[in-house]
């Protein structure tokens, strides 16, 4: 009986486990030059001005984001999805800005979505150059603030491992969404 019971253990391992689905979910935390931009460059106060100004002079623009991904295991499939480790490129008008690897955990049931919560940091300066406005109008379009738009894209390639072991996604999975808007 035990022996039976442990067979059928690792037949569930080895039931056929369905592609788990990801969407581009939204943006959040994002900050510039240590700002959350909120407001037109016009209106910001001497002291943000000054940040935003020495930060472009000194050639160091840090932003950091948070792109939530949503994933789901469809409902056919009979076992749990785990990602171990995902590989990810962010791009900003289909300009390549940084790429890594997230080594956090997920576990995926069949049917519930799942946030997976990506932070991305990069220097503005070093990809875009420019000015300060021009940096701080980005930090206003990847905020999603209206009227200030951008298209985004995170390019993922999960792992998902399987009862006969890790499987890498064969191609990246394209997530696009435009930000700020009219």
Not at 24 to 34: E, K, L, P, Q, T
Not at 68 to 76: E, G, M
Not at 81 to 103: L, Y
Not at 110 to 128: C, E, M, N, Q, R
Request: charged residues 20%.
């Amino acid at each position: 009986m035990v022996l039976a019971l442990a067979g059928c253990a690792a037949l569930t391992q080895l039931a056929p486990l369905y592609p788990v689905e990801f969407a581009f979910d939204r943006v959040s935390n994002v900050r510039i030059a240590g700002m959350t931009p909120t407001s037109d460059y016009t209106s910001l106060d001497p002291d943000d001005l000054a940040r935003i100004a020495s930060a472009v002079a000194t050639r160091d623009v840090p932003v950091d984001l948070v792109v939530h991904i949503r994933a789901t295991s469809p409902n056919k499939n009979t076992v749990n999805a785990r990602m171990p480790q995902m590989e990810w490129t962010f791009f900003v008008e289909e300009q390549e800005v940084v790429h890594g690897t997230m080594a956090e955990s997920f576990l995926f049931e069949p049917g519930k979505p799942a946030d997976i919560a990506l932070p991305i940091s990069f220097d503005a300066y070093d990809v875009f150059g420019g000015r300060a406005r021009q940096l701080y109008e980005l930090g206003l379009a990847i905020a999603g603030v209206p009227g200030y738009e951008k298209e985004i894209r995170v390019n993922i390639r999960p792992t998902i491992e399987t009862g006969i072991g890790p499987i890498l996604y064969a191609t990246p999975i394209e997530l696009r969404r435009t930000v700020g808007g009219p």
